[in-house]
């Protein structure tokens, strides 16, 4: 599965499944009985609650921190930037999953399943794995809900990029471009033929990167009329 295609393309919070950010009590024509104060925005019906987009935003907020900008230093210009780059991500997500479900995607449950056992062997035991959940405010059943959201998505994603690969020519382009850092910051370089598999894999992502934003640039280009922002 193309897992790391999300990793620097939507920005979404991969801990938290990416698709988790939109409510899962949002099923269509539910966002029309919900209070739109409680609503930042409805995609095509499915609304995305403030309290999700809360979630998320937190998330990020938390991501700045660690990366040295936390939030109550940035100026408002900043502060409104992250916060309509979260809702966008979140809006952008909701109409990815939707446009994957109407093309006809769908992953079998006991390929979640097996996932989620994949899941579980990142911890040391049970107890621990439930005490992340709890930490993170979840059930198991919204995690394996959460991650049947994504891996409709990365099936989706996966159909319409297709193999991606590096050829020679990029891999020594992206080495000569390390080759030239670590010399600036004299640090010892290494050969191309021992870092060349880490070489490809990151031009491979850089692609498949590049493939997903257009596609979700032209799927939210797409589908805007069905988006209604209800938080500015």
Known sequence: ????????????SIAVLVLGACSKDSSKGNAEKQNKED???????????????????????????????PADQMDKK???????SVLDQMINAELLLQTAEKDGVSVKQKEVDAEMEKIKANFEDEKQFKEALKKNKMTEKDLKSQLKKQMTVNTYLESKIGKVEATDQE????YDQYKQQAESQKQEVEALDKIKPQLEQQVVSEK?????????QKIRKDNEDKVKIHKA
């Open 39 to 69: 609503l930042v925005a409805t995609v095509d019906g499915k609304g995305i609650s403030k309290k999700e987009y809360k979630k998320e935003l937190d998330a990020m907020k938390a991501t700045y921190e660690q990366q040295g900008m």
């Open 171 to 174: 891999i020594q382009a992206m």
């Open 78 to 84: 900043m502060k409104d930037q992250l916060e309509k």
């Open 1 to 12: 599965m193309m897992k790391r295609i999300f990793t620097g393309i939507l920005l979404l």
């Open 208 to 216: 498949e990167n590049e493939k997903v934003t257009e596609l979700v």
